[in-house]
């Protein structure tokens, strides 16, 4: 008689536990990530069904993600950043003041065997920036928002100052034979995109930086008071941020074949919001570079599915906003669950 009362407890016990499992694993990051690659994969399936064999195409598989190079670099720094418990709106603009910069050394040094200079001329800007991004922010005690808005604004008007509000094109050969170049099929700038993700992935899960990034995003008092030099490390991110504008401006040169002081406008939005739905949280502490690539081919793919069949770019706009309030409110519940659990 008690065997027969006990089994269906068990069954329910069974079951509880099976659910708390999954609740676990689809709160941990592989569940998060899983949740992402199902929906690319299900915007690849409609993409498919809409637009058949212009969308499957090895040549428009190759253009999303050679379109997602430069934003998904943007996107990588971006989340290093955002962990911490920051935010840089500066990239965009970094990005075009590089971008002129490094055009006008392509001017100066025109011969073809100068190229590499380009090259160095924008990483030095994006990390300089970077860098007075994360003293202003660190030693100067102002809000990461404002301080970033700053150069963003100072970063645009440099540009135009220094390009005279005109595009200049660059002719440089040996440059422009990289940037148009390709690897086994696959083009430069996509193989920059994985070769910068890779490094990310390894810096934040392998490496004490990555560790004392998230542990200043979870608490910054008890970073502190573990022995990290807050300070420093924020002006450590800040450059890896603005040096990823740097590489990504000199993807954009390359893609474009110019440099004009409008290349990265809005670019910062996008890099935050691939973020965002990559699973990173706003707050800090949370957050992997698997999600932030995962988070850029969403968006770039969906943007392929939208011109593939011409919807106006209204209707783009709106949709994005619906999935970065979408990825909000699973972040919020997320956080929430955690505050009740702690």
Not at 235 to 247: E, M
Request: hydrophobic share 55%.
């Amino acid at each position: 008689m008690s065997h027969q009362t006990a089994a269906p407890e068990e069954q329910q016990a069974s079951s509880n536990r099976a659910s708390a499992t999954l609740r676990r694993f689809l709160g941990s990051a592989a569940g998060r990530n899983i949740g992402l690659v199902i929906a690319l994969l299900l915007l690849i399936v409609v993409g498919a069904v809409t637009s058949g064999d212009r969308f499957t195409s090895i040549s428009n598989v190759l253009t999303i993600v050679r379109l997602a190079s430069v934003t998904g670099v943007l996107a990588i720094g971006m989340t290093f950043v955002i962990i911490s418990g920051g935010i840089d709106l500066s990239v965009g603009s970094v990005l075009g003041l590089s971008s002129v910069v490094a055009t006008l050394a392509a001017v100066q040094a025109s011969a073809a065997s100068f190229w590499p200079l380009m090259i160095i001329v924008a990483l030095a800007v994006g990390l300089a920036a970077g860098v007075i991004n994360g003293i202003i922010i660190a030693y100067g005690n102002v809000v990461a928002f404002m301080a970033t808005l700053a150069m963003l604004i100072a970063a645009r008007g440099f540009a135009e100052i220094l390009s005279n509000r005109t595009t200049q094109t660059v002719k440089v050969r040996g440059f422009l034979e990289f940037s148009d170049g390709n690897f086994l099929g696959v083009p430069t700038l996509v193989w920059i995109f994985i070769l910068v993700s890779a490094a990310g992935w390894i810096l934040l899960n392998r490496t004490t930086f990555g560790r004392r990034t998230v542990a200043i995003g979870g608490n910054r008092e008890a970073a502190r008071l573990a022995g990290i030099n807050v300070k420093r490390h924020i002006v450590y991110l800040y450059a890896l941020s603005g040096l990823t504008a740097g590489i990504a401006g000199i993807m954009l040169t390359g893609r474009t074949t110019s440099g004009t002081s409008t290349h990265g406008t809005l670019y910062e939005l996008d890099a935050i919001a691939a973020v965002v739905v990559g699973g990173t949280l706003l707050a800090g502490g949370r957050g992997t570079i698997v999600g932030t690539v995962l988070g850029i081919l969403i968006f770039n793919v969906l943007t392929n599915i939208f011109t593939q069949n011409n919807l106006n770019t209204s209707v783009q706009a709106i949709t994005k906003g619906a999935i970065i309030v979408i990825a909000v409110l699973i972040q919020q519940r997320f956080a929430n669950r955690g505050v009740r659990k702690s």
